[in-house]
């Protein structure tokens, strides 16, 4: 009889925190989804070569920081009417603000990139940002791209 009662006790507290647990799972807080921010950006180098050169038409060594966070993963893809390129990237949570980074000149030693940034507002879900580029020698040394953003 003591057995008895010891194996009902036994499994009826093992049902109680069987039950309690997965009450406890399913109500327990769950983390807020974090909201993603993504970047839409164009670079575009202005100058054109009027030899026939079309090599700076379009900008290379493009590259996406984010702040906090770094070096930022993004998809590429040509605008021909206008020599661009249009940028997709995913910014990291908690990004406060992104900068692009672009080289319009091709073939000289020591080029110089230029860059454009935009601040994140919180809460974002998306930024754009243009970013007008032209190159021109620096005597002696190297060519420079310098940008204006908006």
Do not use: E
Request: hydrophobic share 35%; with cysteine; proline share 7%.
């Amino acid at each position: 009889m003591f057995a008895v009662k010891s194996a009902r006790r036994a499994l009826a507290l093992g049902s109680a925190l069987v039950a309690t647990g997965a009450f406890g799972l399913v109500a327990a807080p769950q983390p807020a989804m974090a909201g993603t921010t993504v970047l839409n950006a164009t670079v575009d180098c202005l100058n054109v070569n009027y030899s026939g050169s079309t090599s700076d038409w379009y900008p290379y060594q493009v590259s996406v920081y984010a702040s906090p966070g770094g070096s930022v993963s993004y998809s590429p893809y040509a605008i021909p009417a206008t020599h661009a390129y249009g940028i997709t990237a995913t910014l990291p949570s908690g990004t406060t603000s992104v900068t692009v980074y672009a080289l319009c000149s091709s073939g000289h030693q020591w080029d110089l990139s230029g860059y454009g940034g935009v601040s994140v507002p919180s809460g974002a879900t998306s930024v754009s940002l243009t970013l007008n580029c032209s190159t021109q020698p620096v005597y002696p040394g190297p060519w420079l791209t310098s940008c204006s953003s908006s």
